[in-house]
């Protein structure tokens, strides 16, 4: 009789569908990058890391991307922590606790489709700045996707973000009975200012930090967006490795495996950390 | 002076969370948007008509991406209630989460590119079950950690009770488990759902172009420029989220709670 809850039928599962895909898949990308396997490859050789380190491309990659996951990031925390504190009730019910969750509908592909519409030389505010006479014509808009300051991708990450750190901090708002300290800290003469940047805010970031870090994982391997609104350099790790290992030259592929390693180093790392800082065990 | 600050606030809250769905459906509508024009100027039928007509290419892949999703949804939201038990309740279930978050937390198109040689060699590259399979590698990690804050205390007191009363493994589990669960398997099932429906980067290697998802398909419009299209599209891949967004909107407060 089939046993939903067989020990054996679980950990096979288990193995087959998380753990085997995750080792051979980076196991085969580790292989290809040292020059194990792979067309052109004749056996171990550093030659493939020593080419792509020689080159200051993969070093810029991690950057930028890092600081786009930061940036976008910082601008949500900021954005969400302040509408949080202004309204901590406005998110439960009435029509706000539905449109929050707007963009939550949106995939990335979806969210910078209409960015680029939104903020391009011919887009939404573009056009609306020349109907207020702000710009006489297309040339005079500044370039705001596709552009040197990454405007375009930060907006679009910071969109699809907002709504999860709005709730994430209007549930820990309740959760950590921040109003209480609040009244406690008013009642020992503390300013509205002191309450808020020494009790909420530091509660709040605390609290939230290992979703922080994950969200920082997740926004470091995004794709879509820095595809469609990023410039053609420097590249997202993710962008950079696909091109190495889509594109014809054959020589490419082993270093776009090389990106592929390093990115999944990056994230076991913070992962890592992640779980370090949570004392409680890990949940989505 | 303040409480009209506040309402300022609220309303460009309000702007930024619609005003994108608003704007692409308008352009879904139209075919003529010339700048300086701030709406578009020829607003009609005719897209949705010729797009959801019968055996469009747009028609089609909404089926096939529908498809999809549901199936990858069920598959990963069983196998993550029954796999979420065995890693809540074994010895080892702080490692075993950090292993199945691995593969979650990884970007997708990065997955799919150092699995996409298995993927050759099973003969699974360009076809609907490798897709399936690609997709459900992602969404399985996801519905195994969402289900580890259901398998606590309080649910094994459950169980043990019915066992001790004489009941079955199979009555505690269709009479306690199942009715206990039944708010975070619809909740899982819906993020699933969306996993495998907003889906692009992993879709389009292991689908090599031959599967056509909404997904693929908008991003073809927009290197195409055709913005009609390609919003029309948006539309199709929002609607049903956004369906049931706003049906469950109630269980998801409560988990993130």
Known sequence: MFKPFNKTFNFSILLLFTLLPLLAGLGYAIAYSFGLVGVLNKGFTLENWKILFSTSEVYISVLYTSWLAFAS????????LAVVLAFPTKFKSG????????PLAFPSIVAAFFFFQFLSNAGILARLCYQLGIISQISDFPNLVNDSYHIGIISTQTFLSLPFFILLYASLYQAEKLEDYQKLAYALGASKKQTIFKISIPILLKRSLPSIIIYFIFKLGSYEVPLLLGKSSPETISVLAVRKLQKFNLLDIPQGYAVAVIYAFLVLILL?????????QYEV | MKYSIKHLILLMLALVFTLPIVILFLLSFSQKWVFPKLLPEKLTLENWIIILGDGHVISNSFVISLSIALFVAASATILGFILSRYIAYHPKRRLLTFLTYFPFALSPVIFAICLKYYFIKLGLIGNLYGIVLAQLIIALPYSIIFFLSFWNQKVLDYQNLV????????????????????????????????????E???TSIIGYGKISTLTIHVFQFINEANIFYAAL???????????????NKRFIIQQKG
Do not use: E, N
């Open chain 2, 200 to 202: 692009y980067g992993l």
């Open chain 2, 163 to 198: 066992y001790t009363l004489g009941g079955k493994q199979k009555q505690a589990f269709l009479y306690i488990t199942l009715p206990l669960a039944k708010s975070f398997l619809i909740i899982c099932f819906f993020q699933c759902f969306l996993i495998s429906w907003f």
């Open chain 1, 73 to 80: 990031l910082s601008i949500c925390i900021f954005i969400s």
């Open chain 1, 95 to 102: 029509i706000f606790s539905y449109l929050v969750y707007m």
């Open chain 2, 233 to 247: 599209s948006c539309c199709l891949l929002i609607l049903p989220p956004v369906i049931l967004l706003w049906f």
């Open chain 1, 272 to 280: 890592f950390i992640a779980f370090k800082k949570s004392k409680h």
